[in-house]
């Protein structure tokens, strides 16, 4: 529990002055051990961890069920490419911007469209819910492009529980 100090009041009337400061007792989920000033602490989402691990662990059991229990190698080899290439893919935007200069942190100003387009939670979800819904009899196509989106959405989840949000517009983000 971290205090913090409440404005004093202080009141004088000619028999005595009397001072009071109030604190009270604030959660910090931000302080570490070794912080240094003027860096921002790292700080976990739980409510994105929790999304996390509520996509992988489906996407995890989608891959398992139509692949590895009631599918053929090749069903399995595709559902697991699919889902292990679109946790990734969503990074490789950082080779758009390969050979142009960046400051530490940041990334080339031409990849930020492009890395802030995969990093949008709504693309993958819209995405996901067509392939779910208007493909209902799973083949196994579709299949792999539900539990890649699932995986999609699971690495922004995960980027975002480790406090990695959107690039601003010159390369650099913001933690939060």
């Known amino acids: 529990m971290n205090p913090t100090a409440h404005p004093t009041h202080t009141s ?3 028999e005595h002055t009397m001072t009071i400061t109030t604190t009270t007792s604030q959660p910090s989920f931000t302080e570490t051990a070794d912080q240094q000033p003027g860096k921002p602490a790292v ?3 739980w409510t994105w961890l929790g999304v996390w691990a509520l996509l992988t662990t489906f996407a995890v059991f989608e891959v398992v069920k139509h692949g590895y229990v009631n599918g053929t190698v090749v069903d399995a080899t595709l ?3 699919a889902a292990v290439g679109l946790f990734v893919a969503p990074d490789l935007t950082f080779l758009i911007g390969a050979g142009q200069p960046a400051a530490k942190g940041s990334l080339p100003v031409r990849a930020v469209p492009w890395y802030n387009t995969m990093h949008r939670m709504w693309i993958p979800l819209t995405l996901t819910t067509i392939i779910g819904i208007a493909l209902a009899p799973l083949a196994l196509v579709p299949l792999a492009g539900f539990i890649g989106g699932l ?5 922004i989840a995960l980027d ?3 406090g990695y949000g959107l690039r601003n517009p010159d390369g650099s983000r913001d933690r939060t």
């Open 151 to 155: 995986s999609w959405m699971a690495h």
């Open 160 to 162: 975002r529980a480790a």
């Open 12 to 14: 004088s009337t000619p």
């Open 79 to 81: 559902l697991t490419a």
């Open 43 to 45: 700080r976990v989402h």
